[in-house]
């Protein structure tokens, strides 16, 4: 049984490009949620996505979306990239009617030159 | 609104001696409160939760974590410390509101565990 697993593992990309990073949750699950960690910080939450929609929100812009697909797979787009978004975006998976647990992937590192 | 503090940035242990990794919680409502660590370039993984019940809860890999509700604090332990534990911890606790909108998690900025041999 697969975890929840991320892709791309890094990616540069410079100033005001775009970038989407890839999510499959683990099986079973149908919530997905997104954090950032910031190098020495711990995850802040960003947003979360249930039934292809976005359940909550955390305090990051509108630079900042996302999509659930039909699979529970989900997708974070991040616009008009900036030097501070340089992180590490993890992305966790729920089963279903627990959000108690949240299961990891190993993230995307992001660097923004 | 929901937050945790972990007062200490690192934690230094002899292999084999007790270990406590502190923190303290500040919560509206009852408080669910969890342990993740984080081993270099990888997620995090889950230790443990208190939800409701007992103070002591058990987690994996010989952790536990005692609950505190009146000096507000979830201090995770091990009784004999293992140089493989050296890791980042956190401390987490589950965001307020209603429904949908307790998803999220709370971190801390965690504290980096060393365990000498």
């Known amino acids: 049984d697969a975890g929840v697993t991320q892709s791309p593992t890094h990616l540069i990309k410079t100033r005001g490009q775009q970038v989407t990073l890839r999510c499959s949750p683990k099986?079973?699950?149908?919530?997905v949620s997104w954090y950032q960690q910031a190098l020495g910080q711990g995850p802040q939450f960003i947003f979360q996505?249930?039934?292809?929609?976005?359940?909550q929100r955390g305090n990051f812009p509108d630079r900042f979306s996302g999509h659930q697909f039909p699979n529970y797979s989900s997708e974070l787009n991040v616009n008009a990239l900036l030097l501070g978004d340089s992180a590490l975006y993890l992305c966790?998976?729920?089963?279903?009617?627990?959000?108690?647990?949240?299961?990891f992937g190993a993230g995307t590192r992001l660097s923004v030159l | 609104a929901q937050s945790v503090a972990q007062p200490e940035d690192q934690v230094n242990v002899a292999e084999g001696n007790p270990l406590t990794v502190k923190c303290t919680y500040s919560v509206s409502g009852n408080p669910y409160l969890f342990w993740y660590v984080q081993y270099p370039n990888r997620g995090l993984q889950f230790l443990l939760k208190?939800?409701?019940?007992?103070?002591l809860v058990k987690g994996s890999y010989g952790f536990e974590a005692e609950f505190n509700k009146s000096q507000t604090s979830f201090h995770l332990k091990k009784p004999s410390a293992l140089v493989s534990d050296s890791a980042l911890y956190f401390c987490?606790?589950?965001?307020?509101?209603?429904?949908?909108?307790?998803?999220?998690?709370?971190f801390g900025k965690g504290t980096k565990l060393s365990v000498k041999p």
């Open positions: 966790a998976s729920s089963p279903q009617g627990d959000w108690n647990i949240q299961y």
């Open positions: 996505y249930y039934e292809e929609e976005e359940r």
């Open positions: 099986s079973g699950h149908d919530t």
């Open positions: 208190y939800i409701t019940g007992d103070n």
């Open positions: 987490a606790v589950r965001g307020g509101g209603y429904g949908g909108s307790q998803g999220n998690l709370i």
